[in-house]
Nanobody, 123 residues
Framework: QVRMVESGGGLVQAGGSLRLSCAAS????????MGWFRRAPGKEREFVAT????????YYADSVKGRFTISRDNAKNTAYLQMNSLQPEDTAVYYC????????????????WGQGTQVTVSS
């Protein structure tokens, strides 16, 4: 069983940056791919980014492409989401999870969700 714990959220002004971390425990981190999703108030959970187990392949939602960067450090069992040029519409709870294959944009292809970390961007 894999356990994910997100951290790094907070309040930031528009145009600012945050780096989220996802610390994993349990199954060897380097053996699975993982991704980030977010849920804004009153909205469904939305795909943000995914990275394969090796870190070679990365996928992004159009809304964050060029602003967010997903990465991982397998030696530290941690994945990251560097978020730059944040906008109020990025306000959401951000979750990391294990990706099991298939459509990487679908939350149904993920499990072992963390508890989430709140990101709030003020205008």
């Amino acid at each position: 069983q894999v356990r994910m714990v997100e951290s790094g959220g907070g309040l930031v002004q528009a145009g600012g940056s945050l780096r989220l971390s996802c610390a994993a425990s349990g199954r060897a981190f380097s053996t699975y791919s993982m991704g980030w999703f977010r849920r804004a108030p009153g909205k469904e959970r939305e795909f943000v980014a995914t990275i394969t187990w090796s870190g070679v392949e990365r996928y992004y939602a159009d809304s964050v492409k060029g602003r967010f960067t997903i990465s991982r450090d397998n030696a530290k069992n941690t994945a990251y989401l560097q978020m730059n040029s944040l906008q109020p519409e990025d306000t959401a709870v951000y979750y990391c999870a294990v990706y099991n294959g298939g459509d990487y944009r679908s939350s149904y292809q993920y499990n072992n969700w963390g508890q989430g970390t709140q990101v709030t961007v003020s205008s």
